[in-house]
C-alpha cells in the first residue's frame, strides 16, 4: 500500500512533469507539423528535381550561365530532403583538370548537418554533381568543393556558396531547439550524477551505523525497532524530553526530513503529534510522526522544529540519521533516473522562462522610465512653452502655447514664433509667424504650424519681438526649444561622440569618472549614436579577463615614437588604446607616479593624432577632469585647422578638486563644460576654475544603472526582491547582515547604516553623532567604511570599542559585496555629506528600498526630496504627469541642512519616528523609492541636448 502511495506519487510529478515540457516544445512541433504537411504537397515536384536522369542533368547544367560556378537542385533546398549539388570545374581555378572533387557542407553558419560527397561528372560538360541530404532543422546551407588531388579548395572566394532552404525551422526557432538540447543534456548530466551518488550509498549501506541516543537515552526510534524500508510511510519517534524545543508549552512541532545525507535538501516537512501508548514521565516525552521513506533511501535524516522554525534541536549539529533498508530494484532505480531528469529539466526551462520574464518586465519598466524622463523634460519648459498635442504628432497641425513673462521678451507687445524641424535641419520650415495674444486673463500666446512633418523628429522653436534687424530674441540662452516628434518615419542622424579619457569601468576604474565615462557612452549608444571611447594602454590591461578580445587597429610614428592601437568592444562600446612603444603607460595603476602630469598630456595628443590619422571627424570631443583636460587646447591649436575641423569639445569636471590650472584651461577651451548634479553647478559656479564661463557651464546630475544595481538579481542577497516583495527580501538581509557584523538575531529595530569612504567631506563628525543618536533611539547602527587618513581611522576604531556589544556594526574596508547586503539590510541609510558632487549612495540606497537621510548639498539635494518640506520640489523635478501638476506625492527622503548634530537629529528623528509610529507608511516609502528612476535616461536627455549646443544645433 504504500509502495504504491509513493509510487503513485512519482507517477503524478511525472505526468505534471511531462505536460510543462510539452507546453515549452509546442512551438518547435508546431513548426516540424507545419513542415511535414509542406512536404506532402511538394514532393512529388522534390523528387522530380533531385531524382532527374542523366540527359536532364546534362540539359541543367548546359542552360547555365557561362561563368557561373555552383547551384543546387532544388534552389532553394528543402529541409530534410534530398538536394543535388552541382559545380562546374572549369570555372575554378581550384577544381580544373580535377580528377576528384568533394562537396563540403554544413548548415545554419555549420552548426548542423555536416557532409561530405564525391562528386560524379556530368556527362560531357565540365560539370560535376553530387547528390546530399539537407538537415530537417536547416534555415541556410553553405557549402565548398575540394580538389581531392590537390587539396584546394573551391570556397567562393572565401564567401562559402550559400543556398536557402525552405521548410525548415526559421533561425529563431533553430536556436530555441540548441537552447532546447542543451537544457536536456545539462539535466541529463545532474540527473545522472544525483542517481549515481545515491546508488553507490545504498550499495554500500551508507545508513549503517546511525545513531538512536543522546546522554545514553533513547531519543529517537521506529515503530519496531527494524531499519525502516525506503518507498514505504514509517513511523518515527522522537523524545522531546531529551531537547525540550521551546520548553513544555511549545505543542506544534515540525519534523524536516530530507534522504542519503540531505542529498536533495529538506524533501519534506512533516507535522508531529504527540504519541500515544508511549511512556510519557520525565524522561520520556514522545512524539511521532508518519514518513514517507523515499523509494531511493539507505538513510533518513531529519531535524525537529517549531512551527515558527525559531528553535531546533538539530542533534547538536549532527542531525540526526536512522538507517533505512534499500530495495530499490533496477527498474525503480531507472523510473527514478528519468524522473529526476525532467524534474531538473522542468527546473532548468522554468528558470529560462522566469528570467525571459524578468527582463521583458525591465525593458517595459525601462521604456516607461525613458517616457517619463521625456515627459518631465517638457513638463519643466510648459511654463514657457507646451504645445497641444502635448507631444508634437508627425501628419498633424501643433499649436503651440508661449508665455512671454517667463522670458526675456517680457516687455514685448507682439511675439513672434519662427518653428522648424529636426533641429532646424529640415527643409519644410514653416514662415515666421505672428503669435495671436492672449485673451484677456490668460497668459499664453499662440499660433499654429499648420503641418508637422512626416519625416520629422524634433520640433524647434525661438521666439522674438519682432522680425528682421533689431528683433530681440527668446532661444532658451543659446539651445533653443526643442520638443521631440512622435510617430514620424525618419530617425534621427546620429551623433558621433568620441571620449578621451584615463578611467573607464570596470577596465579600469579608480572612482566614478570611471562609472561616467561607460555609463555616459552606453546610454548615448543605446539612443542611437555612435560612440567610441580612447583610452591609455595600461600594463594592467594584458592581464584582463574582459579585454582578452583585443586586436591590433594601427600604428604610426609620431612624437619621437611609435603609437601602437588596440581597440575592445568594453561593455558594448568600442575602445581604442593607446600605447607608446616608449613604454609610459607600462604601469600597475593608473595613477601615482610623478610624472602623471606628463604622461596624460601625451596621451590626449595621441589620441587626436590617432582621430586625425583615422580620418575621423567626430561631433563631439568629450574630455574628463585635469587628466584628460589636454584634449580641448590641443585640439584647437594644433588639430582644428590641420585636417579635423568638425569636432566641437565638451568637457566634464567630476572633482573641482584636482588640477585646477589644467580644468580651467579646458573650461576655457571647451564649447560646453558640464559638472555632475545641477546644485553642485551652483554651489561652485564662484570658482575661478568656471566663474568666468558660466555661460556654457551646466550640471547634470550622474545616474546609476538600475541593471547593475538590481535587488531582484543581486547574487549578494539571500533573497532576491523587487518593491513587491520587498519586506521579505530586506528581512532576509538584515537578518544576513546581522550576522555578518557579529549583531545579535532576530528583532524588530530600525538599521541605520553608513557606506562610504571617511573623509572631512562625507561629514565624518555628523556619522559619529548618528552612531550615538541611532542608539539612543532603539535602533541599530552599521557601518561600512575606511578612512585613508589614520587619524580618522583610529577615531572611528574607538568609537567602535566604545559601542562593542551594543546594537551596532562596524566594517573597516572596501567591500563589495558587503555594501549590497549594507543597501538591502538597512531601513535606512545616512549621507551627512558636508559637499557632495553627485553622490551615489542614496541613489543606490533608493534602488534597495533604504530610506535616505541626507545633508541637502550637491547631487544630495538634486535627489533625494524631503518628505514634510519638500512636495513640491519633487513634484517639479521628476512627477510624470499628464496634466502638468503633481502624480500625487513623490518625494522619497529626509533631508537637513546645517552642519551641527541638531540639524542631523532634525531629519533622522522624523525618519526613526515614521519608523517607530507609522510603519505602512515607512513600507509604503521604501517601495515608492525602489521605484523611482535615478537611471541615466534623464541625464542622458540633458547631454544630448548640449551636445547638439555644442556643435550649434
Ligand atoms: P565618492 O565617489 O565620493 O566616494 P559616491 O557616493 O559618489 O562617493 O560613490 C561611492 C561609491 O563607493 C558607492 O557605489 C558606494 O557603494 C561605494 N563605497 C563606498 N565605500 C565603500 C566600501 N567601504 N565598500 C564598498 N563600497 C563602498
Excluded at 65 to 79: C, I, L, N
Excluded at 290 to 299: G, I, K
Excluded at 540 to 550: A, E, Q, W
Excluded at 571 to 577: A, I, R, S, V, Y
Aim: proline share 4%; hydrophobic share 35%.
Amino acid at each position: 500500500m504504500a509502495t504504491g502511495d509513493a509510487t503513485r506519487q512519482m507517477t503524478n510529478a511525472n505526468s505534471r512533469a511531462r505536460t510543462t515540457t510539452h507546453a515549452f516544445r509546442r512551438a518547435f512541433r508546431r513548426a516540424s507539423t507545419k513542415r511535414v504537411e509542406t512536404f506532402a504537397a511538394v514532393d512529388d515536384r522534390a523528387s522530380a528535381d533531385v531524382g532527374r536522369s542523366d540527359e536532364e542533368d546534362v540539359r541543367a547544367c548546359r542552360t547555365r550561365g557561362a561563368d557561373e560556378r555552383a547551384f543546387t537542385s532544388p534552389s532553394p533546398v528543402r529541409a530534410g530532403a534530398r538536394a543535388r549539388v552541382y559545380v562546374n570545374t572549369a570555372n575554378s581555378d581550384a577544381l580544373r583538370h580535377a580528377g576528384k572533387v568533394t562537396v563540403v557542407g554544413g548548415c545554419n553558419g555549420w552548426r548542423c548537418g555536416a557532409y561530405e560527397r564525391g562528386m560524379t561528372e556530368v556527362r560531357g560538360t565540365t560539370w560535376m554533381k553530387a547528390d546530399i541530404d539537407v538537415d530537417a532543422n536547416a534555415y541556410e546551407m553553405a557549402y565548398v568543393f575540394k580538389n581531392d588531388g590537390t587539396k584546394k579548395y573551391e570556397n567562393n572566394n572565401s564567401h562559402d556558396f550559400t543556398v536557402g532552404v525552405e521548410y525548415g525551422p526559421t533561425k529563431e526557432e533553430f536556436e530555441e531547439i540548441l537552447k532546447l538540447n542543451a537544457v536536456d543534456e545539462a539535466a541529463r548530466a545532474e540527473a545522472d550524477a544525483e542517481v549515481n551518488r545515491e546508488m553507490s550509498m545504498a550499495s554500500s549501506n551508507t545508513g549503517a551505523g546511525a545513531k538512536f541516543e543522546k546522554y545514553g537515552r533513547t531519543i529517537v526510534r521506529t515503530a519496531t525497532g527494524e531499519p525502516l524500508v525506503s518507498g514505504t510511510t514509517a513511523s518515527v519517534f522522537w523524545n522531546k524530553a531529551q531537547n525540550p524545543i521551546g520548553g513544555a508549552d511549545v505543542e506544534s512541532l515540525v519534523m524536516h526530513v530530507g534522504y542519503n545525507e540531505w542529498i536533495r535538501g529538506v524533501e519534506e516537512k512533516v507535522p508531529m503529534r504527540r504519541a500515544s501508548g508511549q511512556a510519557q514521565d520525565v524522561n520520556n516525552d514522545w512524539w511521532v510522526c508518519d514518513v514517507p521513506v523515499s523509494p531511493t533511501a539507505c538513510v533518513l535524516n531529519f531535524v525537529i522544529s517549531d512551527v515558527e522554525e525559531k528553535n531546533w534541536d538539530n542533534n547538536e549539529k549532527q542531525n540526526f540519521r536512522v538507517a533505512v533498508k534499500n530495495v530499490a530494484d533496477d527498474e525503480m532505480w531507472a523510473n527514478i533516473r528519468e524522473l529526476r531528469f525532467e524534474e531538473k529539466r522542468i527546473a532548468a526551462l522554468r528558470a529560462i522562462k522566469n528570467e525571459k520574464d524578468r527582463l521583458a518586465r525591465r525593458a517595459a519598466e525601462a521604456a516607461k522610465a525613458k517616457q517619463l524622463a521625456i515627459e518631465v523634460g517638457l513638463k519643466q519648459q510648459a511654463f514657457i512653452i507646451y504645445t497641444e498635442p502635448k507631444v508634437p504628432q508627425a501628419g498633424q497641425p501643433l499649436k503651440v502655447f508661449y508665455n512671454k513673462k517667463n522670458t526675456n521678451l517680457n516687455w514685448s507687445g507682439d511675439i513672434y514664433m519662427t518653428s522648424g524641424f529636426n533641429r532646424w535641419r529640415h527643409a519644410g520650415a514653416p514662415a515666421p509667424m505672428k503669435m495671436t495674444p492672449p485673451k484677456e486673463g490668460e497668459e499664453f500666446f499662440t499660433a499654429v504650424v499648420p503641418i508637422v512633418p512626416n519625416d520629422s523628429w524634433m520640433a524647434d522653436f525661438v521666439f522674438s519681438s519682432g522680425i528682421g534687424q533689431g528683433a530681440q530674441y527668446d532661444n532658451r540662452g543659446g539651445r533653443d526649444y526643442h520638443l521631440p516628434v512622435t510617430g514620424g518615419d525618419a530617425k534621427k542622424p546620429p551623433l558621433h561622440v568620441v571620449h578621451i579619457a584615463v578611467e573607464m569601468a570596470p577596465i579600469a576604474k579608480v572612482g566614478g569618472l570611471a562609472d561616467v565615462v561607460t555609463a555616459i557612452g552606453r546610454v548615448m549608444k543605446e539612443n542611437g549614436h555612435q560612440v567610441e571611447v580612447i583610452l591609455p594602454k595600461y600594463q594592467f590591461f594584458n592581464n584582463s579577463v574582459l579585454l582578452g578580445g583585443r586586436q591590433y587597429e594601427t600604428h604610426f610614428d609620431w612624437a619621437g615614437t611609435t603609437i601602437r592601437v588596440e581597440k575592445c568592444i568594453v561593455e558594448g562600446l568600442q575602445c581604442f588604446f593607446i600605447e607608446p612603444q616608449n613604454n609610459m603607460f607600462s604601469t600597475n595603476a593608473v595613477y601615482g607616479r610623478n610624472d602623471d602630469g606628463e604622461r596624460f598630456n601625451f596621451f590626449c595628443n595621441a589620441a587626436l593624432e590617432f582621430l586625425n590619422r583615422t580620418a575621423r571627424q567626430p561631433d563631439i570631443l568629450h574630455c574628463h577632469d585635469w587628466s584628460s583636460a589636454e584634449v580641448a587646447r590641443a585640439y584647437w591649436q594644433h588639430y582644428h585647422h590641420n585636417g579635423m575641423p568638425k569636432p566641437k569639445v565638451a568637457f566634464t569636471i567630476h572633482n573641482m578638486n584636482y588640477g585646477q590650472a589644467k580644468l580651467s584651461e579646458a573650461v576655457f577651451h571647451s564649447q560646453m563644460t558640464t559638472t555632475v548634479s545641477r546644485s553642485y553647478a551652483g554651489e561652485v559656479s564662484g570658482s575661478p576654475v568656471v566663474s568666468g564661463n558660466l555661460q556654457k557651464f551646466y550640471g547634470v546630475r550622474n545616474g546609476i544603472d538600475p541593471d547593475i544595481w538590481d535587488p531582484e538579481i543581486d547574487s549578494f542577497l539571500p533573497v532576491k526582491y523587487n518593491a513587491e516583495n520587498c519586506v521579505e527580501g530586506k528581512a532576509a538581509a538584515r537578518a544576513e547582515l546581522r550576522s555578518r557584523l557579529g549583531m545579535s538575531g532576530w528583532n524588530d529595530k530600525p538599521i541605520v547604516g553608513v557606506v562610504s569612504r571617511l573623509t572631512a567631506q562625507k561629514g565624518v563628525h555628523l556619522i559619529k553623532h548618528a552612531a550615538h543618536h541611532t542608539l539612543s533611539r532603539g535602533g541599530q547602527f552599521v557601518l561600512l567604511g575606511s578612512a585613508p587618513d589614520p587619524k580618522i581611522q583610529a577615531e572611528f576604531n574607538g568609537l567602535a570599542n566604545q559601542l562593542a556589544g551594543q546594537d551596532s556594526g562596524f566594517f573597516f574596508a572596501f567591500d563589495e559585496p558587503l555594501s549590497h547586503l549594507m543597501y538591502a539590510g538597512c531601513d535606512i541609510i545616512l549621507v551627512p555629506s558636508m559637499f557632495e558632487p553627485c553622490g551615489l549612495t542614496q541613489m543606490i540606497s533608493m534602488r534597495y528600498g533604504a530610506v535616505p537621510v541626507v545633508r541637502a548639498t550637491g547631487g544630495l539635494r538634486d535627489t533625494v526630496f524631503d518628505v514634510d518640506n519638500e512636495k513640491e520640489r519633487a513634484a517639479w523635478e521628476i512627477a510624470g504627469s499628464s496634466d502638468w501638476k503633481t502624480d500625487g506625492d513623490v518625494t522619497n527622503g529626509f533631508s537637513f541642512e546645517g552642519t551641527d548634530a541638531g540639524a542631523l537629529n532634525y531629519a533622522l528623528d522624523r525618519c526613526l519616528d515614521a519608523f517607530y509610529n507609522d510603519r505602512a507608511w515607512f513600507r509604503s516609502l521604501q517601495k515608492r523609492d525602489m521605484l523611482q528612476d535615478w537611471s541615466w535616461n534623464k541625464p542622458a536627455l540633458e547631454y544630448e541636448e548640449l551636445y547638439y549646443k555644442c556643435i550649434g544645433q
